[in-house]
């Protein structure tokens, strides 16, 4: 199976800041990546998907790169309400697994 | 509007079985494929099982396999999740999720219904 890396695990940046995650799959998964958001106590919420196709009603400051092994998700000026932990999810194939999470604080 | 909304989530002993359930509303039910995610208190999203349009393809979790078994009744628009043989660690919110189309990612959850398995 294919497994699926973020890094860092936690992070901490200043309001306005660029921020940046990174996604690994262990094998190639072309460009089957989603990313997901979920605030503290909240339902997980679609991103993105095709690793750089923003969702509906989703604020211009994500964006999503990367193909094969490597991606990345972007936050061009990090706001207050973006805190939350950020997940990626491989579906090239079953299993579609995601990724430990990254967790974003304001610091 | 799509909705999902789990029930089923109680505390139950090691070595008991649960099923859970998952009410669909809002869509076309049997056009997708579905998901249940379960996350531990404190701890990441993990996919769990997923289940084709028509049930014919389903997919677990090494976790769970052998253990869990996910169906869906297409006429009543609902999704479940038969869970025997539990253990401490399945103890988590179990979200019902819909596809984006037919084997692809979740773009609909639930809130979510929690497992407790404790002695």
């Known amino acids: 199976d294919i497994q699926m890396t973020q890094s860092p695990s936690s992070l901490s940046a200043s309001v306005g800041d660029r921020v940046t995650i990174t996604c690994r799959a262990s094998q190639g998964i072309s460009n089957y990546l989603a990313w997901y958001q979920q605030k503290p106590g909240k339902v997980p919420k679609l991103l993105i998907y095709a690793a750089s196709t923003l969702q509906s009603g989703v604020p211009s400051r994500f964006s999503g790169s990367g193909s094969g092994t490597d991606f990345t998700l972007t936050i061009s000026s990090l706001q207050p309400e973006d805190v939350a932990t950020y997940y990626c999810q491989k579906y090239n194939s079953a299993p579609p697994f995601f990724g430990g999470g990254t967790k974003v604080e304001i610091k | 509007e799509v909705q999902l909304v789990e029930s089923g989530g109680v505390v139950v002993q090691p070595g008991g079985s649960l099923r859970l359930s998952c009410a669909a509303s809002?869509?076309?039910?049997?056009?997708?494929?579905m998901h249940w995610v379960r996350q531990a208190p404190g701890k990441g999203l993990e996919w769990v099982s997923l289940?084709?349009?028509?049930?014919?393809?389903?997919y677990y979790a090494d976790s769970v396999k052998g253990r869990f078994t996910i169906s869906r009744d297409n006429s009543k628009n609902s999704l479940y999740l038969q869970m025997n043989s539990l253990r401490t660690e399945d103890t988590a919110l179990y979200y019902c999720?819909?596809?984006?189309?037919?084997?692809?990612?979740?773009?609909?959850w639930g809130q979510g219904t929690l497992v407790t398995v404790s002695s």
């Open positions: 999720a819909k596809d984006r189309s037919s084997g692809s990612y979740p773009d609909y």
């Open positions: 289940i084709s349009w028509d049930g014919g393809s389903t």
């Open positions: 809002g869509f076309t039910f049997d056009d997708y494929t």
